[in-house]
């Protein structure tokens, strides 16, 4: 049995006639003679008497119409209680960023929605990235945000926005002299990060394929990165919108990184089975007032989401 069957048999009884009953349902009248058989075959009656002019429900059938249309009547409430809860603006809002993002985006966060939405209740934390991934499937959080791909079935991304990786680089250092670093020559040397602990990788570490720009970050705070720099000389890596975070006079420190240009994509992710469009679009409508345009992915550029 299904909802199509009852669909069928509620309009047979509103036309009292096969031929356009179907061409309401978009069907041809064999197609809808066929479905009702079946479903009167798995329920073992007769549903309507086909001798009578015009067609009437038997007396068991006009008993199952009437629940069929109870049936339809409720499946049609959750489609409306659904629909209220994707245009909800109130309540609780979970939302779990890896460390290099919350910086960035937390603080804008917090001032778009308590400005534009102060009914969302809204709790930010920082995790690891497999850990934000574990929270996402036993809906522990609503969001996360990360860098992907995320390829996981379960989950749904959405590609917020795409930053280079930049070099921070001490006045010490013979790479500071050039407007520029290469990939290659930026490997020549240790680097600075934070994973399993502070500490400088070593070249031959990241030639061996043992490390990628996307583990560097995995988890630590850049400005630690930053002023182990400035107190130990070498140089690290740094998002690109980090950039803004630091001061002015720092910043003389930056070098872009090229041949090949590193960067990395931060996604939006949910659920897969995730309903509240309304808090998804005041999360994105806060990150593009936040990241620079030219960041921003043509998905959240174009406009609203939809789910």
Request: negative net charge; glycine residues 6%.
């Amino acid at each position: 049995m299904t909802l199509q069957q009852l669909r069928f048999i509620v309009a047979i009884d509103d036309h009292r006639h096969f031929g356009k009953a179907a061409e309401a349902c978009g069907l041809t009248q064999s197609t809808l003679s066929l479905m009702v058989k079946k479903l009167e075959e798995e329920l073992d009656v007769r549903i309507f008497d086909r001798d009578a002019h015009p067609v009437a429900p038997t007396e068991v059938g006009r008993k199952v119409i009437d629940r069929a249309k109870v049936v339809l009547y409720n499946v049609e409430q959750i489609a409306e209680m659904t629909l209220s809860e994707k245009e909800q603006l109130s309540g609780p809002l979970k939302i779990a960023l890896i460390s290099t993002v919350s910086p960035v985006l937390v603080p804008g966060l917090f001032k778009h929605i308590g400005e534009r939405h102060p009914a969302i209740s809204l709790q930010t934390e920082e995790m690891l990235t497999a850990t934000v991934k574990d929270k996402l499937r036993k809906a522990e959080v609503d969001m996360g945000i990360l860098a992907g791909p995320v390829r996981d079935a379960d989950l749904l991304e959405i590609p917020l926005y795409h930053e280079r990786f930049l070099a921070y680089v001490s006045p010490d250092n013979p790479a500071y002299a050039q407007e520029s670093i290469r990939t290659e020559a930026l490997f020549r040397q240790p680097v600075w990060i934070i994973r399993d602990g502070l500490r400088q990788i070593d070249p031959a570490e990241f030639r061996n394929g043992e490390n990628t720009y996307e583990r560097f970050f995995e988890g630590g705070r850049v400005g630690i990165l930053i002023q182990v720099v400035n107190d130990n000389g070498g140089l690290t890596i740094i998002p690109e919108t980090h950039s803004d975070l630091i001061m002015y006079s720092q910043q003389k420190c930056l070098r872009p990184i090229v041949d090949p240009v590193p960067g990395r994509t931060i996604s939006l992710v949910v659920r897969s089975d995730y309903i509240h469009e309304a808090k998804l679009n005041a999360v994105v409508d806060g990150i593009k007032r936040i990241i620079p345009g030219a960041l921003l992915d043509n998905v959240i550029r174009k406009g609203p989401l939809v789910l």
